[in-house]
Each structure stands twice: as C-alpha cells, then as structure tokens.
C-alpha cells in the first residue's frame, strides 16, 4: 500500500495564495476533503477493482487528479459527485488495460468472496440463517462479477454507495432511463443467479 | 394476462428510489404483493441479497482502510511481515552482510598499526647502538679526552707566513 500514503502537505494552499485566485472552490481544503471522503473514495475502489493495493493506489490517484483540476470544479454538484466521476474515470482506465487483466490473475492482494462472507452480519444468531446469508452474499458477489464494467459501476454506485439515479446519471453522463436500463439488466443477472440458486437448493 | 410482476416493476420495488416518478399501477403492485407470497418472497430475498452485500463490503471495506492507515501512520515493517521467516532470515543476512566489512577493517587497521610500530622501532634501536658504541670508544681510550694534547695553532701560520716573505723577498 505501505507506500501510498496521502501527504497533506503536497495540498497545502497558503492563504494569500487562495486570495490571488479569482474564485476560491471548496477543493482548496483538500485536507478536509480527503477526511471527509478518502474511505467512500477507497470503499468504491476496493470493491469495483476487488484488490487492496490498486484501490489504495486509485484512491490517492482521485484526489491526486481532484487537486490538479479543482479550477475546473464549477459547483454544479457535489464534491462527492466530482470526485466519484474522477473515480469512476480511474476504474475504467484502470479496467481497459491488458496488465490489469493479467495482475488479476496472479495478484495476491485480491479479494476472495470467502473474505467478504466473514464480514456479513448475522442479526440472529442461528447457524441457518447464517449460512444463508452469506450464500445471500456470495451470489450477489459473483454475479456482480459477471456484469459488463459500466452495468458493475452503475450497480456499485446504487446499491453500495446509495446513490440517487440523478446523481449517478451526473456521475456517469447517461440519461436516468439510461441508468435504469443498466440497472434492470444487472438486477436481471443477479435474479437469474438468484432464482438458479433456489431450484439447486429445493 | 401476467400473473406475477414484471421485471420491471419488481426492479422498480428494488430501487424505490425518490427521483423516480411514481408510476400510476402503484397501487396494483402493492396490492399483488399482498396476494402473491412468490412475488413477495421472491422480492424479499433479492432485498435480502442486496443488503447482505452491501453491508459485508462496507464492513470489509472499512476494516481495509483502517488497516492501510494503520500502516501507513506506523514506521515498524507489519505485522504481516514479522510473523514471516523469510523477513527473519533477510534480515540475519544484512545483519551479517553489514557486520562483515567493519570485522575487515578492524583487522586491516591492527595490521597496519603493528608495521607502523615496527618501522618506528627500527631507526631507534640503531641510533642508541651507536650511542652505546661511542660511550665504549672512549671509555676504552689510553688518555681521557680533556687530557690530551692541545694542537700546536700556529702549525697552519707558520707555512703562511714563510711563504709570505719569500713573496716579498
């Protein structure tokens, strides 16, 4: 990772050189700004390219690019948008080239679905209904594996970050029926999964 | 005439997202729901589902993060790596890779202090010999130097000045 760490002082702004600028964003505090969202950022690296390094590396890559381009932040969203657009554009760069596919393959750091089941919460505590959540998660896991990168990051923006379909519409540039359409194609994998899972197990 | 609910409309359950305008078969979706248990049970697994995802990749997410800033804030190699006898046995090997050099140096600089002793030593001992030999030459003389005859000092003058008048002569 280890070695991504996020310096605050390579974002520092003197006062008088925020008052020299024309219009100050609110990107100029990006110690806040990275307080505020480095794990949100992370969290979307991690589980859309599923290893450790290369999200930590993304992540310092987002808000590195945030700072070289604040003057172009106009206000027209949120920091939280702005920053998952940037995001966003990093996953798919990241995604298209050839070394990623192979890395993939033979990187140590990435993640196991068995990783993730030990984090599902167990509400109650019987053993089945344990059992069945984390079977719940693993398909949900894999099928998300299997969807195309736009219909994952759209998926990941809805249902992992919560998005509204405004703002991931913003994010991505599509059109809200847009979005829905990739939703309803990804929400149509996961519920073939899902419905192949139940005739098994009966 | 369908008998359960489209794809569409269950995913639009799943959304239940504000910005979406509320479609006018609202009602009979909800009122489907109630009567059917496939389309209830079915749209309550797929919440399910979703939730569990959701919630194990935040937790896995943030027990991620908190390990990376741990490392990140820390100076000491991981934890990870101690455990490892690989990291033990690299470390035994720059540890003796390091000590190697300063045991040559010491070697070399007690060598060279030792010749350096030894050429010192050398011009001494010859001049005290000499001294010695000098005390013995004339402890071993017949007459004591302060008794032996003064040289005549007009020895030189005398043919000087012979020479000297037969000029003049």
């Known amino acids: 990772m280890p070695s991504h760490a996020i310096s605050s002082d390579s974002f520092s702004v003197t006062p008088q050189a925020i008052t020299h600028q024309a219009s100050a964003t609110p990107l100029d505090d990006m110690d806040a700004i990275v307080a505020t969202y480095e794990q949100r950022i992370f969290r979307f690296h991690l589980i859309s390219i599923r290893d450790r390094d290369v999200a930590q590396t993304l992540t310092q890559d987002t808000f590195v690019r945030a700072w070289s381009a604040r003057s172009s932040f106009r206000g027209d969203c949120s920091v939280l948008t702005w920053l998952m657009r940037i995001a966003l554009n990093l996953v798919r760069d990241h995604t298209r080239t050839d070394r990623f596919r192979f890395w993939k393959k033979v990187s140590e750091t990435a993640i196991d679905v068995s990783d993730i089941s030990a984090h599902v919460p167990h509400r109650d505590s019987s053993l089945e209904s344990r059992l069945i959540a984390s079977e719940q998660m693993a398909l949900v896991w894999d099928s998300v594996a299997k969807l195309s990168d736009r219909q994952r990051s759209i998926f990941l923006l809805r249902f992992l970050e919560e998005l509204e379909l405004s703002e991931i519409a913003n994010i991505t540039g599509l059109p809200i029926s847009t979005v829905k359409t990739h939703l309803y194609r990804a929400l149509a994998t996961i519920r073939t999964h899902h419905n192949a899972s139940l005739k098994d197990s009966i | ?169």
């Open chain 2, 1 to 169: 005439m369908n008998l359960h609910l489209t794809h569409e409309q269950l995913c639009d359950l799943i959304l239940a997202d504000s910005s979406l305008r509320a479609s006018d078969d609202s009602d009979v979706v909800e009122q489907h729901l109630q009567a059917c248990l496939i389309c209830s049970a079915e749209l309550k697994s797929l919440r399910d589902s979703l939730s569990h995802f959701r919630d194990a990749s935040v937790a896995y997410a943030r027990q991620e993060f908190a390990q990376s800033y741990a490392q990140r804030s820390s100076i000491a190699p991981p934890q990870s790596y101690l455990s490892q006898p690989l990291y033990w046995a690299a470390a035994a090997v720059l540890f003796v890779a390091a000590l190697f050099p300063i045991t040559l140096h010491q070697q070399q600089h007690s060598a060279a202090i030792s010749a350096v002793k030894a050429t010192a030593a050398t011009p001494q001992m010859e001049s005290d010999e000499a001294l010695l030999a000098d005390i013995d030459q004339k402890v071993s003389a017949d007459v004591p130097s302060p008794m032996e005859p003064l040289a005549d000092p007009t020895d030189g003058t005398t043919s000087t000045t012979s020479t000297s008048d037969q000029r003049t002569n």
